[in-house]
């Protein structure tokens, strides 16, 4: 089983007052890892939308394990951990630049049809592109 996995500087611009990175930016990431996913699994989003469907994300979590500063060089690790006919469960972790646990991130996105805002299910010749980067074990 594979993750897709990428690693990111952090920028003055993404730094809060508190002098770490900011919530929003793990969001970001997150979109960097999806996209990462789906393009790894050969369904990159501008493929699929010319087929007439997308992904929505319909719930984020982030638990936040150390703070990542300005000079961290970030190391991103992005999975499937649940598949179902319409929706997947996407998994992140992120790491500081000695290797530590930063952050851990979860998604729920589904698949939906672009002219009727419906969910759409995978078909058959799509759902078992998704079994390489299918890691049902290191799901919480």
Known sequence: ??????????YTFQIDFMKHVSNIVYIQWMEIGRT????????????????????????????YKKPLVLG????????FSELA?????L??????GNGELAAVGRQRGIFVDIVTGKPRRLSAE????????L???DAP
């Open 1 to 10: 089983m594979n993750k897709v996995t990428f690693e990111l500087s952090i």
């Open 36 to 63: 990462r996913l789906l393009e790894a699994i050969g369904m990159p989003v501008e493929k699929i939308a010319e087929q007439g469907f997308g992904p929505v994300l319909v719930e984020s979590h982030i638990a």
């Open 72 to 79: 961290d060089q970030v190391k991103v690790e992005a999975w």
């Open 85 to 89: 006919q319409a929706s997947a469960w």
């Open 91 to 96: 998994e992140y972790r992120f790491y500081n």
């Open 126 to 133: 799509e759902r078992p592109r998704f079994d390489p980067y």
């Open 135 to 137: 890691i049902v074990a």
